[in-house]
């Protein structure tokens, strides 16, 4: 297999660089993942969502999964509360059609193929870019439904400081420490959090008989640290180290026995090394090297029972020729080498991926496109080519039409390939990729004061890898390329002020159809609906701002057998300014403490959290 030296970036160091490469400088937010180059938000074709530092604090969540929810084409169900397993599916498609990033770096298992989203702390997290739809003509494997990248906190200047203590419902503590600084060349941000709680019983509804009600609290502890170092040398290059790692424990029912905790412990790692220059005006150069890791132990009844070890590397070479004015050509290359390790032997353990891509953005009158182009080679089933093409056309300054067409795939993971064969099943080395094709379009009006959007999509995949029992044996499972799906959905999105009113809502309608059954895809809402109203107090330096979050029934199976109710919630948020320097904030989630679920274990359901209060103190100091 492959490797490659983790010095690759610092040898942008020795070039002759010439002028400084010059793209757009405004201040407004930017967006990178949806064409891997930085565009307003309102420049981007495809369909994004970004969540500043600000809206993260805003919402005073403790994590991901809840910040996500409701958002346009976004449904997350959860096995009961704080640190128990989250799935997010974006426009319909399965969890594992997410691609998810944390500061350019792929994250996740390599055995399940999905993202550990209950382990990532808000405290961490700068921004997040969410952007809908296909992408595999830009990043490969997984981003049939869409990619999420996810920032750690930024470097800034002069000196800042941040510091959090909070309390609240089942014991839950936070505190958070965040400190950035430096000079206009150099700088660095380093950030630490501790979050625990002793959460309650997620089963406390089901059946006390049942072997897996195990009838006590399901506690939670994560503790993570990050870090970001940066600095510009006078030739214009710009050199960044990031790092972060998350250590989590989190408590689930598989026994009856009170006297003992089954619990899952992980670790979640990224390090990597980036730098940028300029050979000429027209021309940037980024080269980036990573490492990232994902290991869980499972312990039961206080016995070790799995251990389950991703380790990645990674390196990716990127070219940006400014042709001419709103005309940009990328050329670039990605290399990926994922391995794992653990108790189960695996007969393969190691798989590399690597990868052309190229893309040209560009612009003429009133009309806006995106074409872009992936050619990769899989160690495991060969060469796959992937791309997209999105269309813009402005109607006026405020409005504009939008059309875009992309394929993407996702490849089989090491469970579903070489998951080692036991009395009840194995993995299957002869499965192919699962495949793709999408169309949606849109239209959207944007001002300096509201915005909204309109869009429509139709996503076919092919090829879906589902686990089926042997005709001779109905008790022994293999993965087959069997399953076929088409979705189809509408996504509506308004946000406006008036006054001294905020008010957002975003309305996601969508057909997930198993194409081989004919059933609804599990645990996929048909609809969903999330709006805000904040209010600004003109006397008072206070915020108030309540949440209403609505979902129709799901299916909680395969079959259709199972259906898990819809439900309603609504969270109140309040923030108030005690001085400069100090903000008290206080959270109350499901408010009227509705009890419902979203996911069930067979015919048991995991009990959603009932009324959550939390209240925190935050200091801040800048210079």
Do not use: C
């Amino acid at each position: 297999m492959k490797k490659y030296s983790m010095a690759i970036p610092l040898l942008l160091l020795l070039l002759p660089w010439g002028a400084p490469f010059v793209f757009a400088t405004e201040l407004d937010p930017i967006i990178v993942t949806a064409t891997r180059t930085p565009r307003a938000p309102a420049n981007t074709l495809a369909p994004v969502t970004v969540l500043t530092r600000f809206d993260i604090e805003e919402a005073q969540t403790d994590s991901v999964p809840e910040l996500l929810a409701g958002l346009p084409g976004i449904d997350m169900t959860r096995n009961g509360g704080p640190g128990t397993t989250a799935s997010i599916y974006m426009r319909g498609t399965n969890s594992g059609h997410v691609l998810v990033l944390v500061n350019g770096r792929k994250m996740g298992s390599a055995t399940l193929g999905t993202f550990p989203w209950e382990n990532l702390p808000v405290s961490q997290i700068e921004r997040i870019e969410i952007v809908r739809g296909p992408r595999s003509g830009l990043y490969g494997s997984e981003a049939i439904g869409g990619v999420v990248q996810i920032f750690t906190r930024e470097r800034m200047e002069g000196l800042n400081v941040d510091m959090e203590l909070g309390s609240g419902s089942w014991d839950s503590r936070r505190a958070a420490f965040a400190v950035s600084g430096g000079g206009k060349n150099t700088n660095a941000s380093f950030t630490l959090a501790h979050y625990r709680t002793h959460g309650y019983n997620v089963k406390q509804h089901s059946n006390t008989s049942s072997a897996l009600n195990d009838p006590d609290d399901d506690g939670h502890r994560n503790l993570s640290l990050s870090l970001k170092l940066g600095h510009t040398f006078a030739n214009g290059i710009q050199v960044e180290g990031d790092f972060f790692r998350a250590r989590t424990r989190s408590e689930f029912d598989a026994t009856s026995t009170r006297a003992t905790s089954d619990n899952t412990e992980s670790v979640q790692q990224s390090l990597g090394l980036k730098a940028t220059g300029a050979p000429s005006e027209r021309w940037k150069l980024t080269v980036a090297g990573g490492l990232s890791r994902d290991d869980s132990k499972t312990f039961t009844l206080k016995d070790l029972d799995d251990i389950f070890n991703t380790h990645r590397r990674s390196a990716s070479i990127q070219n940006d020729f400014r042709i001419i004015t709103d005309h940009t050509f990328t050329l670039g290359a990605d290399y990926l080498e994922e391995q794992i390790s653990g108790t189960s032997a695996y007969a393969v353990s190691e798989r590399y991926d690597r990868a052309l891509f190229t893309q040209y953005q560009g612009s003429y009158g009133r009309i806006d496109w995106v074409a872009g182009l992936r050619a990769g080679e899989n160690e495991q089933f060969g060469n796959h080519l992937t791309g997209n093409l999105e269309f813009g056309h402005r109607l006026s300054e405020e409005v504009r039409i939008l059309a875009g067409y992309g394929t993407a795939f996702k490849a089989p993971t090491f469970n579903d390939l070489y998951y080692p064969a036991t009395a009840y099943g194995a993995g299957n080395p002869n499965l192919q990729p699962e495949e793709s094709e999408s169309y949606e379009v849109g239209l959207e009006r944007r001002d300096n004061h509201s915005n909204w959007s309109a869009r429509a999509f139709h996503t076919k995949i092919k090829g879906l890898i589902d686990w089926t029992p042997s005709a001779n044996n109905p008790w022994f499972w293999t993965p087959t390329n069997i399953g076929r799906a088409l979705i189809r959905g509408v996504e509506l999105e308004a946000n406006t002020k008036i006054s001294r009113f905020d008010l957002g809502g975003a309305f996601t309608w969508m057909d997930p159809e198993n194409e081989t059954d004919r059933t609804l895809l599990a645990r996929r809402a048909r609809t969903t609906f999330k709006g805000s109203l904040g209010y600004r107090f003109a006397r008072i330096p206070a915020h108030l701002t309540g949440t209403l979050l609505l979902q129709s029934a799901r299916y909680n199976d395969a079959k259709n057998e199972h259906r898990v109710p819809g439900y309603g919630t609504i969270n109140l948020a309040a923030t108030y300014d005690i001085s400069d320097a100090w903000e008290a904030r206080l959270v109350a989630n499901n408010l009227f403490n509705r009890r419902y679920k979203t996911a069930m274990a067979t015919a048991t359901p995991y009990d959603a959290p009932g009324r959550y209060v939390f209240f925190s103190l935050i200091w801040r100091y800048s210079r």
